[in-house]
């Protein structure tokens, strides 16, 4: 037997349509939610629901979409799977590497199940932990994931619910956590759940149409929809944790946010099943109070995501002042971020043309619970061809800008293929079904473009599926960039302590130490000798020479000595 349950507060009938026959649903437990239980329905079962005689509507919470995102759901049992890492426990935040992968385009056949094949390439290389972009169901065959329809069920085409299984176990099995990327900020075009009830509120806007209704009438229903697919992706997927999306778009003016909310269960569920689980932000406020305690008034989140150390590296080795790097580029910039993680901790940001953002208290709050990266889905694929760092600038700066970010005391991210230099791009790609959204994505995409000259009849079409097809890794190794991530993933393991930074402005070299160790850069195009008070070189991306108290690098050139 099964019981089926839906939460419609608005409806006067409710149906469970169970592979063709109509079953009526009384009312639940709780205010607003229908069940009926069903005799015959067993795991794999397609089923629907019927509000007032009205047509079939998948699931909100359908754990299974084989049928695609306007198919019925099918019922799926999470204790029927043969799990064999009873004594994984989670990986640590602190001391991890962490690598970005999008499951479409890391190998040829774009699946999970592929995708553990190349598992054998991260442990080599280092890796502790796999970052997974969003694999919830979206329209379509292939897309970043980020407009996701059904949260709760993972995209067929990817291989479904126990392909991600498989894959998580074999993670585990080889010692490496992973985390998915989930989206609470919005849900993609063409979902149906206005017609279950007040998923969404006219209150607020986003950039995305109204808003995730989190504090309207009905909201506590739709946050325990978010909060229950959190808990279920870490209980039921054995995930070791969960990267949310743009958490600055929530809008939430309760006196309990929902990421605090959020914490408080997510640590529940992680003392509940002996297993350290962990929330990671993006967020564009540049707000330490992310990840301070609960206790400091703070949300009480694992770690966030740092921009302004990308943008800092980026401009700095790049000399793009475009947009949001207006404000980086010097090495006063990029000493400020590996020594108080934020540019922007209340000072004027021209790109918002206002002050932003607010100082991080290092004393409370240690540096490995924001991550550093060179490269990730959105600095790359965002940019107009989706060209990467490797592609457009000199191996020499891609090796400086790599050594600084291992070299941090951050907990570093790759996004994949940076770790041999890999030039294929990774474009903005789509698969929308409903053509009226097709061509806005598709126009959208062009205007977002149209001022830059240089982009002029070059933005690739996302609804092509030649641009998704372009945006697959080639593999094709440059074996310099290669042997260095190599030997800055065997590095950074005796790296501690927080950065301490001095830099030359004019002469462009920065030199900081952590521990027994000294990392010195130079970004210039001359030969420099820069005093530092460690002779023994242990990593260089070219010949150095060290004479006392003086290193002598050649241009563009980074150093490691102990």
Known sequence: ????????????????????????????????????????????????????????????RSPWQPYGINGVSRTYDHSAFAWTDRGWRGGPLHGS??????????????????????????????????????????????????????????????????????????????RVAVLLDVVYN????????????????????????????????GSDEVRGFLIGNALMWLRDYHLDGLRLDAVHAFEDHRALHILEELAVEVQGLGTLLNRELVLIAESDLNDPRLVSSREAGGFGLAAQWSDDFHHAVHAAITAERQGYYGDFGSMGALVKTLTRVFFHDGNYSSFRGRSHGRPVDLLRIPSFRFLGYL??????????????????????????????????????????????GEEAPFQFFTDHIEKKVAEATREGRRKEFEAFVEFAGEVPDPQDVATFRRSKLTRVEDPEIAALYLRLFALRRELTGEAEVSYDEGERWIRMRRGDHEIVCNFSEDELRVHCGLREIVLATHQAHADGEVVTLPALAGVVLR
């Open 97 to 174: 590497v962490i690598y970005e992968l999008h499951i479409g385009t890391f190998t040829p056949e774009g699946t999970l199940d592929a995708a553990i094949g190349r598992l054998g390439h991260l442990t080599d290389l280092g890796v502790d932990t796999v970052e997974l972009m969003p694999v919830a169901a979206f329209p379509g065959e292939h897309g970043w994931g980020y407009d996701g329809i059904h949260l709760w069920a993972v995209h067929e085409p990817y291989g479904g619910p126990d392909a991600l299984k498989r894959f998580v176990d074999a993670c585990h099995a080889r």
């Open 186 to 217: 919005h849900v993609g075009i063409g979902n149906r759940l206005a017609d279950f009830g007040p998923y969404f509120t006219d209150a607020h806007v986003t950039p995305w149409g109204p808003a995730v209704n989190l504090d309207q009438p």
């Open 1 to 60: 037997m099964t019981v089926f349950r839906v939460w419609a507060p608005e409806a006067v009938r409710a149906e469970a349509d169970i592979s063709g026959h109509r079953h009526p649903m009384t009312a639940g437990a709780r205010p607003g939610w229908w069940q009926a239980e069903v005799t015959a329905a067993a795991n794999g079962t397609d089923y629907a629901f019927r509000l007032d005689g009205g047509e079939p509507l998948a699931d909100p």
């Open 375 to 420: 490269q990730d889905h959105d600095q790359v694929g965002n940019r107009a061809t989706g060209d990467r760092i490797s592609s457009g600038l000199s191996a020499d700066l891609v090796k400086v800008g790599a050594g600084l970010v291992l070299a941090a005391p951050f907990t570093p991210m790759l996004f994949m293929g940076e770790e041999y």
